[in-house]
């Protein structure tokens, strides 16, 4: 009985949540659904093409397992999903931690807040989004900025400074251009000082030759 056992309770009440209607089985849940959120077991078969042919047109897929996505992106498609997001960095619409976590990190301690809320992290989210179509557009295969566009850390940043002081978890209240400019600065130092010392040989830079070998090779032990 999950309702009663405390291993499990936690999953119970997100499943009556989510799933009010019971439905028992992967080909029903499917069926006309408009969005796939997937953090499961690594592919390539986890999610069946068959499955997607269910889900309604213009469906959403994210199939975020690594190192293998729960279905490759080329099979969703093929399937009718029309944008699919994983966790590589090699497809399009890589959905990783690292686009968010740096900008809550630097707005939580450039305003001394006692605490990350989930108010906080929910503007990331929608700062993420607002940078994503303002700054750079979005499309099928660009719903998120990359980890490597440098414009949204202080942006971001700024947004959740900005939600901690509206929230009074804020030790300090600066401007949000303040703390824009100081999160643009640290990031701008941080990568120079990086740069120098790959130019005195201090450090080496991941050749993406390596990348790529480590990921085919991770992909080659997984499908054994």
């Not at 949540?17 to 006309?32: D, V, W």
């Not at 700054?135 to 295969?141: A, F, K, M």
Request: charged share 25%; aromatic share 8%; glycine share 4%.
């Amino acid at each position: 009985d999950f309702e009663k056992d405390n291993r499990f309770y936690k999953m119970w009440n997100l499943a009556k949540i989510t799933n009010p209607g019971c439905i028992a089985t992967k080909e029903k849940a499917f069926e006309n659904a408009d969005v796939l959120i997937a953090y499961s077991k690594p592919g390539p078969d986890t999610l069946k093409s068959e499955w997607i042919k269910r889900m309604a047109p213009r469906a959403i897929v994210f199939t975020c397992a690594n190192p293998v996505p729960e279905i490759y992106p080329y099979e969703a498609k093929a399937a009718g999903a029309f944008i699919v997001a994983t966790g590589r960095g090699d497809f399009p619409n890589q959905v990783n931690n690292s686009i968010c976590f740096p900008s809550i990190l630097k707005g939580t301690l450039l305003v001394a807040a006692s605490k990350i809320t989930d108010a906080m992290a929910i503007t990331a989210a929608h700062s993420i989004a607002r940078y994503a179509e303002e700054r750079t557009g979005i499309s099928p295969d660009r719903i998120l900025p990359n980890m490597l566009d440098n414009g949204l850390f202080p942006h971001v940043a700024a947004d959740v400074a900005m939600q901690a002081i509206r929230e009074g978890v804020a030790r300090i209240e600066p401007s949000r251009e303040e703390v824009y400019q100081k999160a643009k600065k640290d990031i701008s130092d941080s990568h120079k000082i990086t740069e120098l010392l790959q130019s005195q040989g201090f450090i080496e830079e991941f050749p993406e030759a390596l990348i790529q070998k480590i990921v085919e090779e991770t992909m080659r032990q997984v499908t054994l």
